[in-house]
């Protein structure tokens, strides 16, 4: 089901009629995206603007990732905190402008504040003057990044004002929400530095167009890798991706297959066609196995094992059997619990002597499990329980360098949203920041920049790909 | 690697000759690119006195190939009237494609292959095909190939021709194919993401001229230069564009070309050109066979290639290190350094970028820059901005210059560096044979 409003929008004359008539009509802002495969310079000649509190540590880093990553840097900094933008500016030609220097009326593609810094409320003082006179300076599609530290030790004030730029982040998200913008907020702990450069590059890029309103946390935890590859980042890793004959799953086999990932699509026997046919498409493999099967873990490991290996697990297939609690059927419990958490655990388990190092299992959660629904106490289970899921597994496999995270879905416009009742439809789509909903290649993309070697900060963690939402399936 | 020195043939280059260089629709514009070639070839010929059954091959580089007989070198070669058992083939790789050809040539020598090749190239810009676009021809295909056509087929193509705009034949532009840029733009940006200045760009330009000039004035070039008889039968001997009372101050005043702010100007960036140049190339036993006394060797080179849609003509900074690695140098012990100027921002950017520890360090994984140029070792005898630059000769150009400089002055080594279209870079590495 189409988005008649976002359609709307799309259309300039009925945009500016709208706008000039005062109709009460929210108009999302049409989002800016990257389908091809992923680019060396994703950034390529976008203006950022830089800031920084006093004491921010992560400037030299953020000064290579942009500058690298093909972006021009307007900075409003101290010279000593500029000096880092000189070496890479001389590097890739990208010398650092003043921000003052900006021309009038000149947009800004991104806004990316250091509040590491941060201790006192008088240093928090920073981010509200840095961002004050510059957000209308935002571009459509734009990005918000604030960079935050892990409180350490017993400074209640510096956790507090550390923990309020999370809030910061989450409003302004929903402020520039109707550009069609972003607003994100990474928090570096101590020894994670140095993974800092593909994560922005990925909050800044066009591939986070659909992740807003929220907290990443980096950490040194999983075993580091080596210069993480921008370009083909999956040539030679195996994937499987579960439930991949459509929606979310059939996006996200085409992005790991674009990156250079052999995927293995598996989905039900009676979706046998379509699997086929996008294994086909891609260059990978068909597996039909039913998740609801009690030996489909053993199934698919004894299907993967000639592959000599396995680099990124998706589990992404799961149901909805929606029902109040009341009039729920002990069998609609089990199913739902069956395949999209039990079904899940076995199954990586069974992988897990396969999985190789510096692997990522990637485990779809929703929205719903994190906030609760209507009628999905047994769906939102599941899915809140992958979230512990994770956090353990992570924690397990972090000497390997294998990372563990669930991605939530908010609002994504797939076979499954488009069964819901207009109205519900309506204000799932509404409700997210970006006032629309987000479609299978979001998800898509965040999953391939989880399952990236420059992911290697983020472990047992939640990626909302919500818009910003409340509500969500 | 550079050379295959296993079997210890060397090739050295014997002897080099160009054609004036003149501006496009001027003076050559009823010679195409094939007659530029056999120009210079002639006079090479006659210059070194050798026999025609002497060239055993002939490769050539060449940017703005004729469609209809793209393989340049033979056709040279039969149109000079060289043995017909004279094999020849055609490279093309943008502005570096003479270069190709001459540096193909050293690893045939060197290989074995052969011990005496012509390799040079040439480029009529004045005789660029005016193309239809595929869509016209397309449509006309069954028309005009297919036999036997009814009323009907016509209006149906007809009815395909439309709008007009997509049909009229295109102006050849010098256009990134994967950007769409014009050479031009992408060098208007490396200057302003650089930071060369307009002024920096007018005085670099008219030092090329001023140094072209005091060649030409010097007889410099004389030996290097056949003149040409164009068909209507006036004689051509010397370089049409050199400026040698250009100033900075008259430079200033020309208009930006490619941006409404912008900094490169006719004034400071090359023309279009015709122009051919071709380089004798022999092992260096034939050589002493034959009693010829060789300029040069071509010790290494290098061929590099960086994102067209980043800094398109980069190039040089990449090669020239790896150049020179290859021949075991450093930058500071090169006697000269020629450096193709396609435009005076991007020989700027080039240089800045080789003086750059950081550069160094991130994109060539080595600790310290590779080194200021010497100004007094930097196109002795100006470049392609006052000599013009038709693509495919350019590379021969240098080399014939910069072996002629080696052996005149006694010097012991020189660098060539050349930006080509695509995002190519090349350089090479001349060395004087004591």
Not at chain 1, 173 to 195: S, Y
């Amino acid at each position: 089901m189409s988005d008649f409003l976002l359609e709307l929008s799309k259309n300039p004359r009925a945009r500016s009629l709208i706008g000039a008539l005062g109709l009460p009509i929210p108009l999302p802002q049409p989002l800016k995206r990257e389908r091809g495969p992923w680019a060396a310079r994703p950034l390529a000649d976008a203006r950022i603007g830089i800031g920084a509190a006093s004491g921010a540590e992560l400037v030299p880093a953020l000064a290579e990732a942009v500058t690298a990553a093909g972006a021009d840097a307007f900075i409003q900094l101290p010279e000593s905190l500029a000096a880092a933008f000189r070496a890479p500016g001389e590097t890739f030609g990208r010398p650092a402008k003043k921000l003052d220097s900006l021309a009038e009326g000149t947009k800004l593609d991104a806004l990316v504040f250091d509040a590491s810094g941060v201790r006192d409320i008088k240093g928090l003082r920073a981010v509200y003057e840095f961002f004050q006179p510059l957000v209308s300076k935002l571009a459509r599609s734009s990005r918000v990044v604030i960079l935050g530290r892990a409180p350490e030790g017993p400074d209640a004030e510096a956790a507090a004002v550390q923990a309020a730029l999370d809030g910061f982040v989450r409003s302004v998200a929903k402020e520039i929400g109707r550009l069609g913008a972003t607003a994100n907020l990474i928090i570096v702990t101590r020894g994670a530095e140095r993974r800092l450069g593909p994560v922005v590059r990925f909050f800044l890029s066009a591939r986070s167009a659909f992740v807003s309103a929220q907290p990443v946390v980096l950490t040194a935890r999983a075993k580091a890798i080596d210069e993480p590859a921008f370009v083909r980042p999956l040539e030679k890793k195996i994937a499987l991706v579960t439930g991949a004959a459509r929606g979310i799953g059939e996006a996200t086999a085409h992005a790991l297959a674009l990156e250079g990932a052999h995927v293995v699509c598996l989905d039900r026997p009676g979706d046998d066609g379509p699997t086929s046919q996008l294994a086909r498409a891609i260059g990978g493999t068909a597996l039909s196995v039913d998740m609801g099967d009690d030996d489909a873990a053993a199934k698919i490991s004894a299907a993967l094992a000639p592959l000599g290996g396995i680099d990124i697990i998706v589990n992404n297939a799961g149901i909805t059997r929606d029902k109040t609690l009341g009039r729920m059927k002990p069998e609609q419990w089990d199913s739902v619990l069956g395949i999209n958490l039990a079904a899940v655990i076995h199954t990586t388990a069974a992988l897990e002597p396969l999985l190789r190092d510096n692997g990522r299992v990637v485990c779809l959660s929703s929205i719903a499990g994190l906030a609760g629904n209507i009628g999905q106490a047994a769906y939102a289970a599941s899915k809140a329980g992958i979230v512990g899921f994770v956090r353990a597994t992570a924690e397990r496999l972090a000497d390997r360098g294998i990372t563990a995270n669930a991605i939530a879905p908010g609002f994504i416009e797939t076979r499954m949203t488009a069964a819901i009742p207009i109205a519900i439809r309506e204000a799932g789509r509404r409700l997210s920041a970006l006032g629309q909903g987000g479609l299978p290649e979001d998800v898509a993309q965040a999953i391939v920049f989880l399952s990236s070697p420059g992911a290697q900060g983020i472990t047992g963690r939640t990626l909302r790909v919500c818009g910003g939402a409340f509500i969500g399936a | 690697m550079a050379t295959d020195k296993k079997n210890g043939r060397r090739a050295v280059v014997v002897s080099g000759v160009r054609t004036p260089f003149v501006k496009s629709f001027t003076d050559f514009t009823k010679l195409d690119t094939i007659a530029l070639g056999v120009a210079a070839v002639t006079g090479l010929l006659k210059k070194s006195g050798l026999r025609h059954s002497d060239i055993e091959a002939m490769i050539w580089g060449g940017v703005i190939l004729p469609t209809t007989s793209p393989n340049l070198a033979r056709e040279i070669a039969l149109d000079v009237r060289l043995d017909p058992s004279c094999e020849g083939y055609t490279v093309t790789r943008a502005c570096a494609s003479g270069l190709q050809a001459i540096t193909n040539a050293v690893s045939a020598i060197e290989r074995g292959d052969n011990d005496v090749i012509i390799a040079g190239g040439s480029d009529s810009t004045s005789n660029a095909s005016i193309t239809l676009p595929s869509k016209v021809v397309h449509a006309i295909a069954p028309l005009a190939l297919g036999g036997k056509a009814s009323a009907a087929d016509y209006l149906g193509v007809l009815s395909q021709l439309m709008p007009i705009s997509e049909i009229l034949p295109r102006q050849p532009k010098i256009a990134e194919r994967s950007t769409g840029e014009v050479m031009g733009e992408s060098a208007e940006r490396m200057a302003k993401r650089n930071e060369i200045s307009r002024q920096a760009q007018d005085e670099f330009a008219v030092r090329s001229h001023h140094r072209a000039a005091a060649a030409i004035a010097a007889g410099r070039f004389d030996d290097e230069i056949v003149p040409v008889q164009t068909p209507s039968g006036k004689w051509v001997h010397a370089d049409g564009l050199v400026r040698a009372d250009t100033s900075v101050e008259r430079l200033a005043k020309l208009r930006p070309v490619f941006a409404k702010d912008g900094t490169l100007t006719a004034g400071n960036s090359s023309a279009l050109t015709d122009g051919a140049a071709a380089v004798l190339l022999m092992s260096e036993e034939k050589a002493k066979a034959m009693g010829l006394k060789p300029l040069a060797t071509i010790s290494a080179w290098s061929y590099v290639g960086v994102d067209p849609a980043d800094q398109l003509l980069m190039g040089p900074a990449l090669a020239i290190p790896k150049a020179l690695d290859r021949a075991g140098l450093k930058l500071a012990d090169v006697d000269f350094v020629d450096m193709h100027e396609a435009f005076a921002a991007q020989v700027l950017s080039v240089l800045k970028m080789m003086a750059s520890a950081p550069f160094a360090r991130a994109r060539l994984g080595r600790d310290s820059a590779v080194g200021e140029v010497d100004p007094a070792k930097l196109n002795v005898h100006g470049g392609s901005l006052a000599l013009g630059h038709p693509f495919g000769a350019t590379g021969a150009r240098m080399v014939t210059t910069m072996a002629n400089e080696l052996a005149r002055t006694g010097k012991q080594s020189a660098v060539l560096g050349l930006c080509a279209a695509g995002g190519l870079g090349a350089a090479a590495v001349l060395e004087a044979i004591n």
